[in-house]
């Protein structure tokens, strides 16, 4: 299968400090990328939806002020959780997704884990 | 209500066992349902997906899905300790555009 990547695996930061985490489509293009945030035990919750070239798409109650996305190229989105604080902490997943008609399966990363102290 | 809703377990059982993970869901509009599985601090990877009602057998792993009780299934035969991980289902109304919709994911342990 297709395989993405994430980096870095794991950050630690400080309260009030910005992080960025890249998710890369290593042998597709994605046309359309998607972010996830894991609670401990709790499952994939959408954060937002990016088109690459277009403005991303939040979801509901996620802050986009808080939570910037670009999709840039083709095989490259970020994620930059700015001002972050403790409730941050979280595991942070992307997939992406190439667009051929019919089921589009979408890929996961490794995932990111993230504690702000 | 959530959408899909799915028992978190755990669930442990012997190896070489038959397991039996299931969701329900609300929403009579999706139309694609996957199973997925998660290991300890990794992304999901895709173990199948069927397409409205029906099942579907890929080796040691079936899955079924029943519309008209909005109910999905999926049974891992023979189980084995390497099939130990978190199981999510997911579903989307298109193929096209996937917004998946997770369940919360059931935790299972085969032991020897």
């Known amino acids: 299968g297709a395989v993405v990547s994430q980096h870095p695996s794991w950050v630690i930061c400080k309260s009030g400090t910005s992080v960025k985490i890249e998710c890369r489509s290593l042998?597709?293009?994605?046309?359309?990328m998607f972010w996830y945030r894991q609670f401990p035990k709790q499952s994939l919750m959408l954060m937002a939806t990016?088109?690459?070239?277009?403005?991303?798409?939040?979801e509901q109650g996620v802050e986009k002020d808080k939570f910037l996305i670009n999709h840039a190229s083709l095989t490259l989105s970020t994620l930059t959780v700015t001002s972050a604080h403790p409730e941050d902490s979280s595991f942070y997943i992307c997939?992406?997704?190439?667009?051929?008609?019919?089921?589009?399966?979408?890929?996961f990363g490794p995932g990111t884990r993230l504690t702000v102290l | 209500q959530k959408e899909v809703e799915q028992d978190p377990g755990p669930l442990s059982v012997p190896e070489g066992a038959i397991v039996s993970l299931n969701c329900t869901y609300s929403?009579?509009?999706?139309?694609?349902f996957m199973w997925y599985r998660q290991y300890s601090r990794k992304g999901p990877e895709l173990l199948m997906y069927?397409?409205?009602?029906g099942n579907k057998e890929d080796g040691r792993f079936t899955a079924q899905v029943d519309k008209s009780s909005k109910y999905i299934s999926l049974f891992i035969r023979d189980s084995q300790p390497s099939d130990s991980a978190t199981y999510l289902c997911a579903m989307t109304a298109s193929g096209g555009y996937n917004k998946l919709i997770f369940g919360a994911g059931t935790r299972l342990a085969v032991h020897p």
């Open positions: 990016s088109n690459e070239g277009s403005k991303a798409t939040y």
């Open positions: 997939s992406a997704q190439s667009t051929s008609g019919g089921f589009n399966e979408q890929f």
């Open positions: 929403n009579s509009a999706f139309q694609y």
């Open positions: 042998d597709f293009q994605a046309t359309t």
């Open positions: 069927t397409y409205s009602s």
